[in-house]
């Protein structure tokens, strides 16, 4: 088991930055998802840690030993891929024997590593099959298989579900969950999927353009966003962003949207917005919970509004509702009994309480 440090990580290939300097500790038994969208530098990260590429500029730490010029094989890291590559002429048991195997472990010990593998992931009726024989949940088992019998310092996963369909990838992320937790070792997980991200996750990167924009846990990330990058990637549906502008009224603050809708700030949203300056361009960030169909006795903060919805989804236990505010479209989410029809007017409210503040020029979370 073993930390792993990044250093002022930097990959260049002639012309692209892939990674532009990362700093990222994580800790001894750890889950860390790399996260972003396609490009952003995750899988060459990943594959630095493992060695498969060497780094342009930085340090690279496991377990405390600087590992910048030490081999994939010398570094005691597995790797899971998207495409298992499982050996297609070997069985089950001798595909997650192999790295053993090379190694002139003793026979007994790779049985019972074998064995005990199996059975954490429930394939042991499957041991003497070829990958020809199994489905892609099945392989992708194997290959954590093989991945778990070498008892790593570091398990790095590079989007080990990407092949499989929703249903399956939503049991093979329970799955690996539930490894985790038993075997413990420290892990860096990289996917598209800010769902996946955020259900597996200790700590979530998420990452941008080469660079990390947030390091925090999923509830850190999807209640605090520290930017406008990170406030519409995690969540869904993504939070809504409606530009506006502070304006005094009385002794309080007003958030105005247009010139006939503007909502009181709650007074401990008004203290914490206060040294904005009032002609400063904004956006209200506000996730669709936050805006709900109007109850009887709305709580302090809450602040009602009517819209003419456009489309309405019904997706059994809510309704997603969407409508136009100053051309932009916005997502409401309402019980499935609140009467939401698309064409027609609901009463609606926004929840002030919940509100994120965004500089709109800079992208930063006032
Ligand atoms: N071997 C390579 N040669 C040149 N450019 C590469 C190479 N590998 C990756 N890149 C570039 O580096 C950037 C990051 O790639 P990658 O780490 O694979 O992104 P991600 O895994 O987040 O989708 C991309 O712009 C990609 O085109
Ligand atoms: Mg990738």
Same mark, same amino acid.
């Given at each position: 088991?073993?930390?792993?440090?990044?250093?002022?990580?930097?990959?260049?290939?002639?012309?692209?930055?892939?990674?532009?300097?990362?700093?990222?500790d994580?800790?001894?038994?750890?889950?860390?998802?790399?996260?972003?969208?396609?490009?952003?530098?995750?899988?060459?990260?990943? *594959? /630095?840690?493992?060695?498969? $590429?060497? @780094?342009?500029?930085?340090?690279?730490?496991?377990? #405390?030993?600087?590992?910048?010029? %030490?081999?994939?094989?010398?570094?005691?890291?597995?790797?899971?891929?998207?495409?298992?590559?499982?050996?297609?002429?070997?069985?089950?048991?001798?595909?997650?024997?192999?790295?053993?195997?090379?190694?002139?472990?003793?026979?007994?010990?790779?049985?019972s590593?074998?064995?005990?593998?199996? *059975? /954490?992931?429930?394939?042991? $009726?499957? @041991?003497?099959?070829?990958?020809?024989?199994?489905? #892609?949940?099945?392989?992708?088992? %194997?290959?954590?298989?093989?991945?778990?019998?070498?008892?790593?310092?570091?398990?790095?996963?590079?989007?080990?579900?990407?092949?499989?369909?929703?249903?399956?990838?939503?049991?093979?992320?329970?799955?690996?969950?539930?490894?985790?937790?038993?075997?413990?070792?420290?892990?860096?997980?990289?996917?598209?999927?800010?769902v996946?991200?955020?259900?597996?996750?200790?700590?979530?990167v998420?990452?941008?353009?080469?660079?990390?924009?947030?390091?925090?846990t999923?509830?850190?990330?999807?209640?605090?966003?520290?930017?406008?990058?990170?406030?519409?990637?995690i969540?869904?549906?993504?939070?809504?962003?409606?530009?506006?502008?502070?304006?005094?009224?009385?002794?309080?603050?007003?958030?105005?949207?247009?010139?006939?809708?503007?909502?009181?700030?709650?007074?401990?949203?008004a203290?914490?917005?206060?040294?904005?300056?009032?002609?400063?361009?904004?956006?209200?960030?506000?996730?669709?919970?936050?805006?709900?169909?109007?109850?009887?006795?709305?709580?302090?903060?809450?602040?009602?509004?009517?819209?003419?919805?456009?489309?309405?989804?019904?997706?059994?236990?809510?309704?997603?509702?969407?409508?136009?505010?100053?051309?932009?479209?916005?997502?409401?989410?309402?019980?499935?009994?609140?009467?939401?029809?698309?064409?027609?007017?609901?009463?609606?409210?926004?929840?002030?309480?919940?509100?994120?503040?965004?500089?709109?020029?800079?992208?930063?979370?006032?």
């Amino acid at each position: 088991m073993a930390d792993v440090s990044l250093r002022k990580v930097i990959k260049r290939y002639e012309d692209v930055e892939a990674v532009r300097g990362i700093d990222l500790d994580i800790a001894d038994h750890e889950f860390v998802v790399l996260v972003g969208p396609s490009g952003c530098g995750k899988s060459t990260t990943l *594959r /630095m840690i493992a060695g498969l $590429e060497d @780094i342009t500029g930085g340090d690279i730490m496991i377990g #405390g030993d600087l590992v910048n010029d %030490v081999p994939p094989k010398d570094r005691d890291i597995a790797m899971v891929f998207q495409n298992y590559a499982l050996y297609p002429h070997m069985t089950v048991a001798e595909n997650m024997s192999f790295g053993l195997r090379l190694k002139h472990y003793p026979k007994a010990e790779i049985r019972s590593r074998v064995d005990e593998a199996a *059975r /954490m992931l429930d394939i042991a $009726e499957l @041991i003497d099959r070829k990958p020809k024989q199994l489905s #892609g949940g099945q392989r992708q088992r %194997v290959a954590m298989g093989r991945a778990i019998v070498r008892n790593p310092k570091v398990f790095l996963f590079d989007e080990p579900l990407s092949n499989l369909d929703a249903k399956l990838r939503v049991q093979m992320r329970i799955e690996i969950k539930k490894v985790h937790q038993k075997v413990r070792t420290t892990t860096v997980y990289v996917t598209h999927d800010q769902v996946e991200a955020m259900t597996l996750a200790d700590r979530v990167v998420v990452m941008n353009k080469g660079r990390i924009e947030q390091i925090g846990t999923p509830n850190d990330l999807y209640h605090h966003p520290a930017t406008r990058f990170v406030a519409g990637f995690i969540g869904s549906p993504a939070m809504n962003f409606i530009p506006c502008r502070l304006e005094d009224s009385g002794g309080g603050l007003n958030i105005r949207l247009t010139d006939r809708i503007a909502f009181p700030l709650p007074p401990a949203r008004a203290a914490r917005y206060q040294g904005v300056t009032r002609t400063d361009r904004l956006l209200l960030g506000l996730r669709p919970e936050h805006i709900a169909e109007l109850k009887a006795h709305p709580e302090p903060g809450i602040e009602p509004f009517e819209a003419v919805l456009d489309v309405t989804e019904p997706m059994g236990m809510e309704t997603l509702v969407y409508f136009t505010l100053e051309g932009a479209q916005i997502c409401g989410r309402v019980s499935p009994n609140a009467g939401a029809r698309a064409g027609e007017p609901l009463r609606l409210a926004v929840d002030l309480n919940n509100i994120h503040l965004l500089n709109e020029v800079t992208g930063a979370v006032i």
